[in-house]
C-alpha cells in the first residue's frame, strides 16, 4: 500500500542519516584503557573505578585489572582510580585522539582506616539507557502516593504510547489483550480470558513499562510488558499506613462512599540475612454508578458503619527474602485479591412496584402474571420489585505462591530459578441461584400481562439471564541464566508452562436446551494444555556500538482432549527474532533501532470454546487457530539534558496479521454453516512518542508526555460480526475504536521535603472515533465503521499533602480532587445493553447521538407526538459519562 512504502522510505531516510550522523560522531570520540594494581604486590584490582573527571564516563576493573573506558571525547582529560582501603590515584594531562586507544596504568597504595563513619548511599536510576534498544518507561513507587492516582494502571495511561479507553490500556495501537502483566519476572495472566494483574500500592517497587524493542526474553506479547517488582524487608523495620475516604462526616456529604485503607511494613526476620514484607489494601466503595440494591450492615460502637458495599476489593501481599551468604538468595512470595461487585445496568436501575396476579387458568398450578409498573403502590396488588438486587454480582479470586532462587556464581555468571502456581476464580450469578433457580424467561421482563402492554426500556420483573463459574489454574517453571565475556552479556532460558482450565458461561439459564441442560446459550468444558518456551539473547559491545541479538522459540499444544480428526496439528511452534542497535554519540545521547517478531497464543477460550454442541454457542473455538503475530520496527533517540533532565523519542510502525475473527464454517456436526474463530483479521499502527522527564531536585519534578498515533484494521474485536450484519464483509483498514489520535499528559510535582507537597496531573485527547446509525438501518456499510469522531477528552486531577513530626513519626495529611473542573467526557457512548428490549435495538444511543449529538442515551418510545416519526426518549445513562469532580481526604503515617 501507499502508505507503507512511504513510511519504509521515511525509516530509510532516519536510518542513512542517523548512521551518517553517528559515524561522523565517532570520529570525534576515543578510548581509554588500562589496569588498575596493588602498588605493594602487584596484584590486580578488580571492582575499581575508574572515572573520567568532570564527566558522567567511567568503568570498573574487571578480575584481571583492566577496565576501558568507551566514547571519551576527543582532548586532554583528567583520570581518577579509586577502590576502598586504597588511596586515589589521579592521572592529569591524559590526550585523547580520534579513533584511538590510549593506555593508562594505575598503581594504587594499600591504607589502613582507623574510624569508618556511618555512610548513607541513595541511588538513583540512570536517565538514561545507553546499551538497550528497547523503549520503556519506569513507575516508582512513590508516585503512586504523591500522584492523585487510584491505581498503578491509571498511572500507566499517563505514560507515552498508552491510550486508557473505557478502563483499558492500549499500548502502541494494540488490542488491549496484547499486553503482557509479570510479577517479578513470572508472567501473571488468566490463559482463559487474558486480563490483568492488580496489587496493592504499598507493595510495589517499581514498574517497568515496556513498549516496544522487546528482547527474547518477553514472549506472549504483541504490544508491550509490564514487569511489576514487588518491595522486600529492609535492615530494620520500617513502615506506612494510609487511609483515604470521600466521607466528610453525613451520609448525604460523601460522593461515593469510598474508604481505603493499606498497610505495608517489613524488615528483619529471625536469621540474619532474613527480611520479611507485608501489604495489605481495602477498597471499599458504592462508584459513581450507584446501584438500589440493599446490603446488610452492622454497626459498632453506634458510629462505625461495616458491610459489603457495590464494590469490594482487599489485595494481600507477604514476602520472605533470604540471603544465603554473598551469592545466594531465596525469595518466597504469597499474593491474594478479592473481590466482590456488582455492575450498574441502566435498564435494570428503575426501582418501584410492579402489580402481579395469580393465574391458575394456564396450566393448572399458581402463576405469577406481572403486570402495570409504579412509582409507589396504587393498590394491593402492586409488589416492590428492586431489578438491582436481581442483576448478578461477581466474585473475583486471585492467589499465586512463588519462590526465586538466585545464584551468582562469580562476578560475570549468576542464574535464576523460578517457580509459580497462580489461581483465578470468579463466579457470576443472581441472589446466589443455581441456573435453574432463575426467574421469568426472556423477553418477558418487559411485558405487562394483564393490560397485553409492554415496557419499552425499563424491566419490570425477573433476574437478569447470566449465570458463569470460571476457575483456572497454571502452574510455572523458569530459568535465565546471565553471564558476560569481554564485550558480550550472554543470556538464555527456558519457560514451561501447565493451564488447567475450567468454564461454566450461561445465557437464559431459565431455558433448556435440546440436550436437556439449563441454558439457551450454555458453554461447559474443562481442558488442559502446556505450553513453553526457550530463548538465547546477546548483548555485544563494540567500538562504542551496542548490538542486541536475539532469538525466542515458542510452543503450545492444544493437549490431548481434542480428537486428532478435529485438528490438524495438536502441537504448534514457532521463532521470533528480535534485532536491536544501540548507539551511544556522546555521554548524552544514545540512539536506537530495532526489528522484532511478536507471537501470541490466542486466548484459550477461543481455542476450546464448547466444541461439543453446535447449538449451544454463539461462535465455536477452533483449536486450528494459528498465533497473532505483530512485526515491528522502532527507531528512537534519548537525551540527557542534565543531571536532571531526560527525554525520549520513538517512532514506531507496527504490521499486526493473523488477528481472530468470527466466520461462518461447514462443520461434520451441524447441517448448516456455524461461527468459528479465525485467524482473518489484521491491523496496522505507526506513531511517534515524545516524553521529557525532570527529577525530583530543586523542589519540583514532572512529566510531559505526547504521543502521535494511527491504530487501523478490519475490526476492533472478534466478535464484531456477531454483533452487525454489513452489506458485505470489511476488507479495508478503518480507525480501530481506540484510535485517539493525539495524547498530552502532564505531571507536575511541587515539594518542601518533609513540609508539604502538591502534585498536578493534567491529560487531554483528541475525541475516539464511532461508527455512525442510522434509525432505519438494518445493515452496516463497512464504510462508515468508525468515520466520526466524539468530543475530545480533559482532566485536571491534584493533590496537596502536609507533612508533620509526631513522636519521632512522618505522618502526612493529604487532599485529593480529581477532575476538578468537572469536565463532561464521554466514557462510553454504547455502553452494554444486553438483553435488548423487545422492540429495541443495542445501537439506540449511538441512533440517538447520530441524529442529535446528544451522549447520554436514548430509546425509542414509538410514535408518541402521532407525527408518523418515532420518537426517542433520552434515559441520561451515568455509564457514558466519565465521573465528574470528586474530592478525598487522607492521612497516613511512615514509621
Not at 436481581?390 to 492467589?399: I, S
Request: proline share 4%.
Amino acid at each position: 500500500m501507499p502508505r507503507c512504502n512511504a513510511l519504509l522510505v521515511l525509516v530509510l531516510l532516519c536510518l542513512l542519516v542517523a548512521f551518517t550522523a553517528s559515524a561522523g560522531l565517532a570520529q570525534s570520540v576515543g578510548k581509554i584503557a588500562g589496569r588498575v594494581v596493588d602498588t605493594s604486590t602487584g596484584e590486580p584490582l578488580p571492582y575499581a573505578n575508574v572515572v573520567v573527571l568532570g564527566s558522567t564516563l567511567g568503568a570498573m576493573a574487571l578480575e584481571d585489572g583492566s577496565f576501558v573506558i568507551n566514547r571519551v571525547p576527543v582532548g586532554v582529560h583528567s583520570v581518577r582510580a579509586m577502590m576502598m582501603g586504597f588511596d586515589t590515584e589521579t592521572r592529569t594531562d591524559v590526550a585523547v585522539d580520534a579513533g584511538r586507544t590510549t593506555t593508562v596504568e594505575f598503581g594504587l597504595h594499600a591504607k589502613v582506616v582507623a574510624t569508618l563513619d556511618e555512610i548513607k548511599v541513595k541511588g538513583e536510576r540512570v536517565g538514561i539507557d545507553f546499551e538497550s534498544s528497547t523503549t520503556k518507561h519506569v513507575l516508582e513507587s512513590k508516585e503512586l502516593t504523591t500522584l492523585p492516582v487510584d491505581s498503578f494502571q491509571e498511572a500507566i495511561a499517563l505514560r507515552s504510547g498508552v491510550v486508557a479507553q473505557g478502563g483499558q490500556l492500549h499500548f502502541r495501537g494494540g488490542r488491549t489483550g496484547e499486553v503482557l502483566y509479570m510479577v517479578d519476572g513470572i508472567p501473571v495472566r488468566d490463559p482463559l480470558v487474558g486480563g490483568a494483574v492488580d496489587l496493592a500500592t504499598l507493595a510495589l517497587s517499581e514498574s517497568e513499562i515496556l513498549l516496544g524493542g522487546l528482547d527474547a526474553k518477553y514472549g506472549n506479547a504483541q504490544s508491550g510488558i509490564v514487569n511489576i517488582v514487588t518491595k522486600e524487608g529492609g535492615s530494620t523495620f520500617s513502615g506506612e499506613i494510609r487511609y483515604l475516604t470521600d466521607d466528610f462526616g453525613a451520609r448525604d456529604k460523601t460522593y461515593d462512599n469510598y474508604d481505603r485503607i493499606s498497610i505495608g511494613f517489613g524488615g528483619p526476620f529471625f536469621l540474619k540475612g532474613m527480611t520479611y514484607f507485608l501489604s495489605y489494601e481495602g477498597t471499599y466503595e458504592d462508584t459513581y454508578l450507584k446501584t438500589t440494591e440493599e446490603r446488610s450492615r452492622y454497626r459498632i460502637l453506634d458510629f462505625i458503619s461495616l458491610g459489603n458495599r457495590q464494590s469490594n476489593e482487599s489485595k494481600f501481599q507477604s514476602k520472605l527474602s533470604y540471603k544465603i551468604g554473598r551469592n545466594y538468595k531465596l525469595t518466597a512470595e504469597y499474593v491474594q485479591n478479592y473481590s466482590l461487585h456488582d455492575n450498574y445496568l441502566h435498564m435494570w436501575s428503575r426501582n418501584g412496584y410492579v402489580s402481579v396476579m395469580r393465574d391458575t387458568a394456564t396450566s393448572g398450578e399458581i402463576d405469577l402474571l406481572h403486570g402495570a409498573w409504579s412509582w409507589y403502590p396504587v393498590d394491593s396488588t402492586y409488589l416492590p420489585y428492586n431489578p438491582a438486587e436481581h442483576t448478578p454480582n461477581y466474585l473475583n479470586k486471585f492467589r499465586q505462591f512463588k519462590m526465586v532462587w538466585t545464584h551468582t556464581v562469580s562476578p560475570s555468571l549468576f542464574y535464576t530459578a523460578k517457580l509459580s502456581n497462580h489461581s483465578y476464580d470468579s463466579k457470576g450469578s443472581v441472589l446466589d441461584k443455581m441456573p435453574w433457580e432463575y426467574e421469568v424467561r426472556y423477553p418477558e421482563y418487559w411485558y405487562n400481562w394483564i393490560d397485553g402492554d409492554v415496557e419499552p426500556f425499563y424491566v419490570t420483573h425477573g433476574d437478569y439471564p447470566y449465570y458463569n463459574e470460571r476457575r483456572t489454574k497454571i502452574w510455572t517453571v523458569m530459568g535465565d541464566l546471565t553471564g558476560k565475556h569481554r564485550g558480550h552479556t550472554f543470556q538464555s532460558g527456558f519457560e514451561a508452562t501447565y493451564n488447567d482450565m475450567r468454564l461454566l458461561a450461561i445465557r437464559y439459564p431459565e431455558r433448556v436446551n435440546s440436550q436437556g441442560l439449563y441454558g439457551a446459550l450454555r458453554s461447559d468444558y474443562h481442558y488442559f494444555n502446556p505450553e513453553g518456551a526457550f530463548y538465547v539473547q546477546d548483548r555485544w559491545e563494540h567500538e562504542g556500538m551496542v548490538l542486541n541479538i536475539g532469538l525466542r522459540y515458542d510452543v503450545f499444544s492444544v493437549g490431548d482432549q481434542i480428537d486428532l480428526s478435529d485438528v490438524a496439528e495438536r502441537v504448534k511452534d514457532q521463532v521470533s527474532p528480535r534485532i536491536g542497535i544501540a548507539y551511544p554519540i556522546s555521554d548524552r545521547d544514545v540512539l536506537s533501532f530495532h526489528y522484532g517478531r511478536y507471537y501470541q497464543i490466542p486466548d484459550r477460550r477461543f481455542i476450546f470454546e464448547d466444541r461439543r454442541s453446535a447449538s449451544t454457542v454463539i461462535v465455536r473455538g477452533n483449536p486450528d487457530l494459528s498465533n497473532e503475530t505483530t512485526i515491528s520496527y522502532q527507531a528512537a533517540v534519548q537525551h540527557m539534558f542534565s543531571s536532571t533532565v531526560f527525554g525520549q523519542f520513538s517512532v514506531y510502525y507496527k504490521d499486526i496479521f493473523g488477528l481472530l475473527s468470527a466466520q461462518e464454517r461447514v462443520v461434520s456436526d451441524s447441517p448448516n454453516p456455524i461461527l468459528v474463530y479465525v485467524n482473518q483479521d489484521y491491523a496496522s499502527t505507526r506513531g511517534f512518542e515524545v516524553s521529557l522527564r525532570k527529577r525530583f531536585s530543586h523542589n519540583f519534578g514532572g512529566e510531559l508526555s505526547y504521543t502521535f498515533g494511527l491504530a487501523t484494521g478490519v475490526a476492533s474485536d472478534p466478535e464484531q460480526l456477531t454483533r452487525t450484519p454489513f452489506l458485505y464483509l470489511p476488507i479495508a483498514e478503518q480507525p480501530l475504536d481506540w484510535d485517539q489520535r493525539h495524547t498530552v499528559s502532564a505531571s507536575l510535582y511541587l515539594s518542601v521535603p518533609d513540609q508539604w507537597s502538591v502534585s498536578f496531573v493534567w491529560r487531554y485527547g483528541t475525541g475516539f472515533p464511532y461508527t455512525p446509525v442510522g434509525r432505519n438501518e438494518r445493515e452496516q456499510d463497512p464504510a462508515k465503521i468508525n468515520s466520526e469522531r466524539l468530543p475530545s477528552t480533559t482532566t485536571l486531577d491534584v493533590q496537596a499533602e502536609k507533612h508533620y513530626r509526631i513522636w519521632g513519626q512522618h505522618l502526612t495529611v493529604f487532599l485529593q480532587g480529581m477532575n476538578l473542573l468537572n469536565a463532561k467526557n464521554i466514557f462510553l457512548l454504547q455502553p452494554n445493553n444486553w438483553p435488548p428490549a423487545p422492540y429495541g435495538n443495542t445501537q439506540d444511543y449511538v441512533i440517538y447521538y447520530t441524529e442529535t449529538q446528544r451522549a447520554g442515551g436514548a430509546y425509542n418510545a414509538g410514535d408518541v407526538n402521532d407525527d408518523g416519526r418515532d420518537d426517542y426518549f433520552p434515559v441520561n445513562d451515568p455509564r457514558v459519562w466519565q465521573e465528574g469532580t470528586l474530592v478525598r481526604m487522607g492521612i497516613g503515617i511512615r514509621f
